[in-house]
């Protein structure tokens, strides 16, 4: 190299390092985190909690150029084409998720889920079982619960809603579906038992009411049936309201009542 252009190279670098002493601690930390997965993730997981799905999209791809192997990333991108109804290719990013983290419970789970809506059912009670075989994740055995109650096997969904419970005793859903599962069983005071269970977790859930007052109606206490439904009675709208003025007709029609 010529002494001019020696000159001219060691110059440039010079103008380069007073340009990056000039940057501000927050531009520094700006141009940080851009190359920051993990901050990345962060700004799509932000934007699918504010249903912005689509917007969530540039920012997973990005932490996924900076890390390939980043599973949080691989599975938020599957929750998201399962949001948008690609179910396809959530199974296909859920798949390369698990590849690198088999033992992912939730990944399993997620992609049982994204089977499930492909309309591949059999595929999604195996990768349902993966998760639960993993680490007892209740929210596969509710979905097996579920999967099973649909299927009109009742005794297997109560065994699974069990153990979804067993995990998590808060989940207003399973002691919902336990109720559910007790009724097709005609096993009305344990379901009522539940919905009460589902109700001191969350008082103001209509629906879960209603269950209770139609458990109460086939108990044939008809009586305390009619007593919550005229306290449901104003709070319901539009379907939910239609069905407790349906059931305080029927009610008003029986003599014992």
Known sequence: MTPNRLSRGLASAVVILALTACLSPAKKLELEREKDPQFQFDKAALCLQYNMVDEAFPYIDKALALNPRFTAALNLRGLALMIKGRPAEAIQALRSCLDIDPSFSE??????????????????????????????????????????????????????????????????????LQG????????????????????????????????????????????????????????????????????????GRRPEA
Request: net charge neutral; charged share 30%; no cysteine.
């Open 180 to 251: 559910l599962i007790y009724e097709s069983l005609e096993r009305y005071p344990e379901a009522v038992d539940s919905y009460q269970q589902a109700i001191k977790l969350a008082p103001t859930e209509l629906n879960v009411q209603f269950n209770l007052a139609m458990a109460y109606y086939r108990k044939k206490d008809y009586s305390r049936s009619r007593e919550l439904l005229e306290k449901l009675l104003p709070l319901a709208k539009d379907e939910l309201k239609l069905r407790v003025e349906e059931m305080l007709r029927r009610i």
């Open 107 to 176: 990944g399993w789970n997620n992609l049982a889920a994204a089977y499930d809506q492909n309309n591949e059912k059999d595929k999604a009670v195996e990768a349902w079982k993966k998760a639960y075989d993993l680490n007892q994740n209740y929210n596969a055995s509710y979905n097996l619960a579920k999967t099973a109650f649909e299927n009109d096997q009742s005794d297997v969904a109560l065994d699974w809603i069990r153990k979804s419970i067993a995990a998590f005793s808060k989940s207003v859903l399973s002691y919902n």
